[in-house]
């Protein structure tokens, strides 16, 4: 039976390494699937830091991803990059995806935004998802501790307010106490991303998905 799959870690975590992983693996079995991605650095592909890169369809607002899914058939999987910006409609005409059209679904995205809240497209994905993984290499703060939030720097300073998408920023990635402190460690003065126009950022269980498709 299809599922879908939410994938979610902060920045600088290795979704998107995960997401071309399982799309390569998926394809080399001879399974068809899809790309897709939304406000990538890089534009429409799906990239990785470690430079890894496909080309992926983008998902502008408009677009309904059941109907873009319905007429791709038949394929057996979509690959869902960034899926943090996605609306909350994309992410409901997923799930009517898997269980109308029997694709398997793999969501890719970070759940806050850089002022500690829940992007809506994360959040409804958790509330639709039939899996939900959290990446088991997960960033680190500059203290060595598990990094939970992601934090953006402008001139040495960590700010909590502006718009979501900002093309000039940087980021660093906390945990919740130097985030909370807005403690940026000794480091401060080199990003520790730097994101050109997103908030971009294995899992075990991603082999048995893959198995089952």
């Known amino acids: 039976m299809a599922e879908l799959t939410f994938f979610s870690g902060t920045m600088d975590s290795g979704k998107s390494t995960l997401a071309l992983q399982l799309d390569f693996t998926l394809r080399s079995r001879g399974v068809e699937g899809r790309r897709y991605t939304k406000l990538d650095r890089n534009g429409d592909v799906i990239s990785s830091r470690i430079g890894l890169a496909e080309r992926a369809y983008p998902v502008p607002e408009d677009l309904d991803l059941f109907e873009d899914l319905a007429s791709s058939v038949p394929i057996s999987y979509a690959i869902c990059d960034e899926a943090q910006f996605y609306t909350e409609v994309q992410i409901d005409q997923l799930a009517l995806a898997v269980d109308v059209l029997g694709i ?110």
Request: proline fraction near 5%; include cysteine.
């Open 104 to 213: 398997d679904v793999y969501a890719f995205g970070i759940l806050t935004d850089f002022t500690g809240r829940m992007f809506p497209g994360a959040k409804r994905l958790l509330e639709v998802a039939d899996r939900r993984n959290e990446l088991p290499v997960p960033a680190r703060c500059w203290c060595g501790a598990k990094a939970t939030h992601n934090a953006r720097v402008e001139r040495g300073q960590m700010v909590t307010s502006g718009t979501v998408v900002d093309p000039a920023a940087t980021y660093h990635v906390l945990c919740r106490h130097h985030y909370r402190t807005r403690d940026l460690g000794k480091d401060a003065g080199s990003p520790t991303l730097e994101v050109h126009g997103t908030l971009t950022a294995l899992h075990s269980s991603s082999e048995q998905q893959v198995q089952r498709t």
